[in-house]
T-cell receptor, first 113, second 109 residues
C-alpha cells in the first residue's frame, strides 16, 4: 500500500488566494483526520470524518476553512481567503475502526506571503 | 479537555546513552500513543498502549494509568534516533487524539 498520500507537498501563495490541500487515505480506512502543525501550537486537530461524514469540526479555525470528503478515497481542505497566519504544515491521517493506529501522510507545507 | 505535558522539551544525548522522555495527562484516557517525527517532517506511530509496557527493538513504552503518566525509553541511543517524539492521548476509541508539544531529541555521535 502507498500509505496516505497528500498533495501538494509544498505550497507558496499570496495572502487572499484560495488554497486547496488534498488527501487520499489508505484504502479501507474509515476514519480520516486533518491536522495542522505550527511551532507555537504543535499538532492540532482541525476536523475528522468517519465513513465520509464530518464528525467533529470544532478545531477548524474559522469560516475561511472548509473540508470535504466526497468519497472514501479523497478529501480536501480548503482555505479561502488565505492569510499569513495560516502558514503551517497540514497533515492528513487515516485509520481503520476504533482503537487503531493512525497513519500519517507526509504533510503539506504551506507558506502564505 | 485533556492537557498533555511532555518533558523535557529538548534533549541532547551522546550515542549509546539511555534516554527517557516523559508524558503526563490530566484526564483519564483509553489509549496513549507515542509518535516519532523525523527531521524531514514525516510522522510515524511507534506505540499505542492502554496499560503496562510495550517493547519494539530498542524502544520501550510504559504507562501508569493511576498516575496518568507514560514514559518512552530508548536504549543504546543512536544518531538516527534524532527526531521529535510526540505523546498523544485519546479519551475513548472514537475521540480524536490530543497531542503534547513534543520532545526534540538529538543524539550526537
Amino acid at each position: 500500500d502507498a500509505g496516505v498520500i497528500q498533495s501538494p507537498r509544498h505550497e507558496v501563495t499570496e495572502m487572499g488566494q484560495e488554497v486547496t490541500l488534498r488527501c487520499k487515505p489508505i484504502s479501507g480506512h474509515d476514519y480520516l483526520f486533518w491536522y495542522r502543525q505550527t511551532m507555537m501550537r504543535g499538532l492540532e486537530l482541525l476536523i475528522y470524518f468517519n465513513n465520509n461524514v464530518p464528525i467533529d469540526d470544532s478545531g477548524m479555525p474559522e469560516d475561511r476553512f472548509s473540508a470535504k470528503m466526497p468519497n472514501a478515497s479523497f478529501s480536501t481542505l480548503k482555505i479561502q481567503p488565505s492569510e499569513p497566519r495560516d502558514s503551517a504544515v497540514y497533515f492528513c491521517a487515516s485509520r481503520t475502526g476504533l482503537w487503531r493506529t493512525q497513519y500519517f501522510g507526509p504533510g503539506t507545507r504551506l507558506l502564505v506571503l | 479537555k485533556n492537557e498533555v505535558e511532555q518533558s523535557p522539551q529538548n534533549l541532547t544525548a551522546q550515542e549509546g546513552e539511555f534516554i527517557t522522555i516523559n508524558c503526563s495527562y490530566s484526564v483519564g484516557i483509553s489509549a496513549l500513543h507515542w509518535l516519532q517525527q523525523h527531521p524531514g517532517g514525516g510522522i510515524v506511530s511507534l506505540f499505542m498502549l492502554s496499560s503496562g509496557k510495550k517493547k519494539h527493538g530498542r524502544l520501550i513504552a510504559t504507562i501508569n494509568i493511576q498516575e496518568k503518566h507514560s514514559s518512552l525509553h530508548i536504549t543504546a541511543s543512536h544518531p538516527r534516533d534524532s527526531a521529535v517524539y510526540i505523546c498523544a492521548v485519546s479519551e475513548s476509541g472514537n475521540t480524536p487524539l490530543v497531542f503534547g508539544k513534543g520532545t526534540r531529541l538529538s543524539v550526537i555521535a
